[in-house]
C-alpha cells in the first residue's frame, strides 16, 4: 500500500508517553469515557503488569497521539468444564480520540480501520507462535462491547467479529472471530 | 483548578483578534469555572478551547479545519495544555478528593480501610494512584466519609464499564453460553479481514 498523509504509526506504550495521554479525550458517552479513563489512569498499567497485556499508541506522521490498543492474553479451560488452560486472546480496550472518529473519509486509511488491521496483525502472530511453540492457545481473537455501542459493534462486524448477545457481562457482550493461521 | 493561573495565560494566546472567538473562549471559561458544570463537559470545554486556541493559527484561519486537524498540524499552547493536564482523570481527582476528605476528617488509612472494609496498603495504593477503586469501593468509601458517590468520583458508570474491563482479563471458567459461542466461531472458517502491523515510529 502507498504511503500516505493519514498513515499511523504503532509503538509500544511506555512510561515516557504519559505526558501525551493527558491530551487524548476519546470522546462523550460513559464508553468513550470509560476509555479515556482506561489509558489515563491506573488500569493500563495494572493490566499491562498484572496480565502481560502489550498496548499501542498510535500516533500520526506529525507525532499527535490518535489512539490506543491493547491485546491481552486471558486463560480459560478448554474444552469446558475439565479441559486443561488455554491461552485466550482478548482485546481488553481501545480509543481513538474524538478528533479522529470517522475520518479520514477515505476509508482504506480510516484511522479506526488501521488499528483493528494492526491488532489483528498482532493477534495472528501471537497465535503463530505459541503453535510453533506448542503452547495452547484457542485460535480465536475475542473482545467485549458494550451493547448499545451499535457503532463500535458495526466496526467491529465489518472486521469479522461476530456478536454472541447471549454472552453478557455488565451490559458488555461477547464478539469473537477466528483466525487464521499464516506461518508454520 | 487554578483559574486565576489559566485566566492570565490567556490574554497571551491572541485574544484581541476576533471578538466571536473571545465570546467562545469566554463562554467556555465560565463552563469550567460553573460549580454546576459536570465533569464530562468540564473536559468538553477544556477540548474545545484546546481547539480553538491550537488551530487558530492566524486571523484568515479561524476555527477548525478539519484536514489539518486529521493530519495533526496543530500545536499546543502551553495556556491550554495546563488547563488540560489540570483535567487529567477522574482517578486523579478521586485521589485528591479522598486525601482532602480524610484530611478534613482526620481519618487515618487503617482507620478508613477499617470501616470501608479493605486493608490499609489498599487506600494508600489509591491515594497513589496505583490502582483505580472498584464501584462497590467508591460507594462504600462515600458511605464511609459521609459523601455522595460523586463527590468522590463523578461518573459512576465509567467505573462500571473499567470493572467489566478487568474482569473480562482475568483468568476463569468459560459458562455455557460463551463455550457454545466459541465453538461456534471456531466452527467457522478463517476471518479474511485486513491485518497489517503498522510501522514504528521509533524504529
Not at chain 1, 499527535?64 to 492474553?73: E, I, N
Not at chain 2, 488540560?84 to 482532602?100: D, R, Y
Not at chain 2, 462497590?136 to 459521609?146: R, W
Request: aromatic share 6%; glycine share 4%.
Amino acid at each position: 500500500m502507498d504511503e500516505s498523509p493519514y498513515q499511523l504509526y504503532a509503538d509500544m506504550l511506555t512510561e515516557k508517553d504519559r505526558p501525551d495521554l493527558a491530551h487524548l479525550d476519546c470522546g462523550s458517552g460513559k464508553w468513550a469515557e470509560a476509555a479515556t479513563e482506561w489509558i489515563q489512569g491506573s488500569d493500563v498499567w495494572e493490566s499491562i503488569k498484572n496480565r502481560g497485556t502489550r498496548v499501542w499508541l498510535f500516533r500520526n506522521s506529525r507525532d499527535v497521539v490518535v489512539g490506543y490498543g491493547s491485546l491481552g492474553l486471558t486463560r480459560r479451560k478448554w474444552p469446558p468444564p475439565d479441559g486443561r488452560h488455554a491461552n485466550l486472546q482478548i482485546i481488553p480496550m481501545l480509543g481513538l480520540d474524538h478528533h479522529f472518529h470517522g475520518k479520514p473519509a477515505d476509508r482504506d486509511w480510516r484511522y479506526s480501520h488501521q488499528v483493528i488491521s494492526h491488532l489483528r496483525y498482532e493477534a495472528i502472530d501471537t497465535l503463530t507462535q505459541h503453535l510453533a511453540e506448542k503452547r495452547s492457545t484457542l485460535p480465536l481473537l475475542t473482545l467485549y462491547v458494550h451493547q448499545d455501542n451499535a457503532a463500535a459493534i458495526r466496526l467491529y462486524e465489518n472486521f469479522g467479529f461476530v456478536p454472541a448477545p447471549q454472552v453478557k457481562n455488565n451490559d458488555h457482550i461477547l464478539m469473537s472471530q477466528k483466525l487464521e493461521v499464516t506461518g508454520p | 483548578m487554578n483559574q486565576d493561573t489559566y485566566r492570565d495565560q490567556l490574554p497571551n494566546v491572541r485574544l484581541q483578534e476576533s471578538e466571536q472567538f473571545r465570546r467562545t473562549l469566554l463562554t467556555m471559561l465560565e463552563l469550567i469555572e460553573s460549580e454546576e458544570t459536570s465533569y464530562a463537559d468540564r473536559k468538553r470545554a477544556v477540548s474545545t478551547i484546546r481547539d480553538a486556541l491550537s488551530l487558530h493559527e492566524s486571523k484568515e484561519n479561524f476555527g477548525i479545519r478539519l484536514s489539518q486537524l486529521e493530519l495533526g498540524v496543530a500545536t499546543r499552547s502551553r495556556a491550554v495544555d495546563y488547563a488540560a493536564s489540570e483535567l487529567e482523570s477522574q482517578e486523579e481527582k478521586f485521589a485528591e478528593k479522598l486525601k482532602e476528605l480524610m484530611k478534613a476528617r482526620a481519618i487515618t488509612q487503617t482507620e478508613l480501610a477499617s470501616r470501608v472494609g479493605c486493608s490499609q496498603p489498599a487506600i494508600s495504593q489509591m491515594l497513589k494512584r496505583q490502582c483505580r477503586p472498584q464501584r462497590v469501593t467508591i460507594l462504600n468509601l462515600a458511605a464511609a466519609l459521609d459523601v455522595e458517590p460523586k463527590t468522590l468520583w463523578p461518573n459512576l458508570n465509567v467505573t462500571d464499564i473499567l470493572d467489566t474491563v478487568a474482569a473480562v482479563q482475568e483468568d476463569g471458567e468459560m459458562g455455557a453460553a460463551e463455550s457454545d459461542a466459541m465453538r461456534r466461531t471456531l466452527d467457522n472458517p478463517p476471518v479474511k479481514a485486513p491485518a497489517r502491523r503498522l510501522p514504528s515510529r521509533k524504529k
